[in-house]
């Protein structure tokens, strides 16, 4: 059967003035036959939207209403629109029209039913991004998939749809504890819940593990016998059980009993002095040697030689000999520019042999040999912020994978002693003046600040801040393990924490008239803070902004929108400046900004050709301001470009100047293989970690860069 010839879609205007004629000759037609009746046009909607009529007030929607039915005179026509509503589209006529076009002429030759249909239209999906960042060696996982970050991977960042429950799981390695969640999650539960009704961020801390026992060796030299309290320990004359394993924090005192004709000569290692009897705190493996000498009738028993104070307080120790001998009497003239210097192989030295850096001509020292000295697991510089040299730079100490730190001679370059009393994340900082003197907090923080004779190996307290602040449940103040005091040592800045991590406020303290000089309250963790080199300012990184306040913790000011690589120094002015990489930024650009005028000055762009590059700064050369230490690894997208797995002097000017140090030889795998270079005060030695070109993420050791004085001009 054919379709209704009066059946029709949109008209043009031509059209539309004939069908009007038609319509006015057969009305005529009807009229003068006298016959006159109406007929209904009825309407019903299906879905969101709404039909009207051009004639008869047809106002229909899929409630009925309010008008979905006129009655006309024979061959009239009406035109009927469809309008969706919003969030829906028009499907289609069925009845007495047809079609998809949203307008449909229909005549009253007969009754007509005409239904208009509506649906839902389908919105894209909206995803949010999720980004985790983990601190310390751990993993985590998602659930739904995407997110593998830390040991569990690199793809930190995946994209979920709005609504989402994403599941996070901490993976905890061997040796080390999950420390708990920061940002969109929280607590030390290991695992965590997000919905993703936004973009989020989640932050996972992870910390080497501290033993519940350690161990006690003594050795003894001569002829004599060592016993301890509590028991254990009953050495020499015989005696063989010279070690013992005891609970952590256990006080362990031995005893030193020379044989006939012997006389107690004195202790060594984790025990001083030449008394009888030593006190040894088992917060660490110890090692204790009693040294027993043949009694001399004619004259008295020698006394043993007290520590003589290391030369030069204040200054520089200068080049080792190994260095001496490499730059003889010529002058060194860093190359600056920025040319693509090819790596040329180089085999590992041994430990303390001096070499001539291959490209660079700097010279280039292996201090430590974690396979045969006492640091355990590796040996490592342990963060570029962090002070390795003493104020003389006769010294300096490293990271062991096991929490000790370790002291070496910067001259020599041998192992000196396993430091007693920073363990793990203790975030150890050198006096400024005194070459013995190193500062440090309980591991993860404490409401204490230390102080270690590393001459002496014996700590006091300087700084208890228990019933002094304002918060009744705060239980650590630390900097999470990448702040600093000032550049003298006399103003500190610590974010306040319960015993679970969760934030309280913040802290600034005066070292020398020990007193608290502000707080402020802070719910939000904040990634880590850190005092200025002057004292004058207090820089708090959240993951979403960093933040300078004034020492008093007023007057805020935003300098970065994340949180990422930085440091604080000193400019040639002697004025602050925050130094940072801008990941955001067109061209990656490494740039400061003075804290005391808010003026940001961009240094040089990262983002080369295609490729980008990880980096730490150092700011430590405190009596060289002007000058930051720039160490770079894991570039990724190209080839090798100039700025790439290298050590740099960067000048704190705009095009500055950027000498070119050394190559670190590393190869990525994780975070103990990043180089974390640090800087002494004059930016004559440069401490950095390296696994020289073996693929291996524990087999690294700390290797120094040693320049003339006056090298940095």
């Not at 708990?180 to 919905?195: D, E, F, N």
Request: proline content about 5%; aromatic content about 8%; charged content about 15%.
């Amino acid at each position: 059967m054919d379709a209704p010839t009066d059946i029709v879609d949109e008209l043009d205007p031509q059209e539309e003035a004939d069908a009007a004629s038609a319509d006015m000759e057969s009305a005529q037609r009807v009229l003068s036959s006298n016959y006159y009746r109406k007929r209904p046009v009825k309407v019903t909607v299906t879905g969101s939207g709404t039909v009207t009529g051009d004639r008869g007030g047809i106002n229909c929607n899929a409630s009925g209403g309010p008008q979905c039915s006129a009655s006309f005179s024979q061959l009239t026509y009406v035109r009927l629109t469809a309008k969706p509503a919003s969030g829906s589209k028009f499907t289609g006529w069925s009845g007495a029209c047809a079609g998809t076009n949203t307008v449909c002429r229909v005549s009253n030759t007969v009754a007509r039913n005409v239904k208009a249909n509506f649906s839902r239209v389908q919105s894209a999906p909206v995803n949010y991004t999720l980004n985790v960042s983990v601190s310390g060696n751990g993993g985590v996982i998602s659930n739904p998939g995407g997110v593998s970050c830390g040991t569990a991977g690199s793809n930190c960042s995946a994209s979920f749809a709005s609504g989402t429950t994403v599941k996070l799981t901490a993976q905890v390695p061997s040796g080390y504890v999950f420390q708990g969640w920061s940002g969109a999650c929280s607590g030390t539960a290991s695992t965590c819940q997000v919905t993703m009704s936004q973009a989020r961020s989640v932050s996972a801390a992870f910390a080497v593990a501290q033993p519940t026992r350690y161990s006690l060796d003594v050795a003894v030299s001569g002829t004599g016998n060592v016993r301890s309290t509590p028991s254990g320990i009953d050495c020499g004359n015989s005696a063989t059980s010279c070690k013992a394993s005891y609970n952590a924090g256990t006080s362990v005192t031995l005893t030193a009993t020379p044989a006939s004709g012997q006389v107690f000569n004195g202790w060594g290692g984790d025990c001083v002095g030449s008394g009888s009897s030593c006190t040894v705190s088992l917060s660490a493996q110890r090692r204790v040697e009693a040294r027993f000498v043949a009694q001399q009738t004619s004259q008295p028993a020698p006394a043993p030689v007290p520590p003589q104070p290391a030369p030069g307080i204040g200054t520089s120790a200068g080049l080792s000999p190994a260095c001496s001998a490499i730059y003889g009497s010529s002058s060194l003239s860093l190359k600056t520019g920025n040319s693509n210097d090819a790596i040329p192989s180089l085999a590992k030295p041994a430990k303390g042999k001096a070499l001539s850096e291959p490209t660079y001509k700097t010279c280039l020292v292996r201090v430590t040999d974690h396979n045969v000295e006492p640091p355990s697991g590796f040996a490592r510089n342990d963060y570029s912020r962090r002070q390795a040299f003493n104020a003389d730079s006769s010294k300096l100490i490293v990271y062991a994978y096991d929490g000790h730190w370790h002291l070496y001679d910067a001259q020599t370059f041998a192992h000196l002693k396993t430091l007693n009393g920073p363990a793990a994340d203790a975030e150890p900082q050198w006096h400024p003046t005194d070459p013995n003197l190193l500062y440090y907090l309980p591991t993860n923080g404490g409401m204490t600040v230390h102080e270690l004779n590393v001459s002496t190996n014996t700590s006091r307290v300087v700084g208890n801040f228990s019933g002094r602040l304002p918060w009744s449940n705060v239980a650590r103040l630390w900097t999470k393990s990448e702040g600093s005091p000032s550049a003298d040592a006399r103003y500190w800045a610590f974010q306040a924490e319960t015993s679970n991590f969760a934030p309280v406020g913040i802290v600034v303290w005066d070292r020398v008239t020990d007193t608290i000089v502000a707080t402020m309250n802070n719910s939000e963790r904040p990634d880590h803070l850190s005092m200025s080199p002057s004292g004058n300012y207090v820089v708090v990184s959240w993951l979403n902004r960093v933040v300078a306040y004034d020492r008093n913790l007023k007057n805020p000011r935003t300098l970065q929108n994340n949180s990422e690589h930085s440091d604080i120094a000193l400019d040639a002015n002697g004025d602050d400046q925050y130094v940072a990489v801008d990941y955001q930024s067109n061209n990656g650009a490494v740039f400061m900004i003075n804290l005391r005028t808010g003026q940001r000055t961009d240094l040089f762009g990262t983002y080369i050709s295609g490729t980008a590059t990880a980096l730490h700064i150092s700011g430590k050369a405190f009596n060289k301001p002007g000058w930051v230490l720039v160490s770079t690894y894991a570039n990724y997208g190209g080839a090798q470009q100039w700025l790439h797995k290298k050590i740099m002097a960067v000048q704190l000017k705009a095009n500055p100047t950027i000498y070119h140090l050394a190559h670190t030889r590393v190869v990525d795998n994780g975070y103990w293989t990043e180089p974390q270079a640090s800087v002494n005060r004059d930016f004559t030695k440069v401490l950095f970690t390296s696994n020289w070109g073996v693929n291996s993420s524990m087999d690294v050791d700390a290797y120094m860069i040693e320049l003339p004085a006056g090298a940095i001009k």
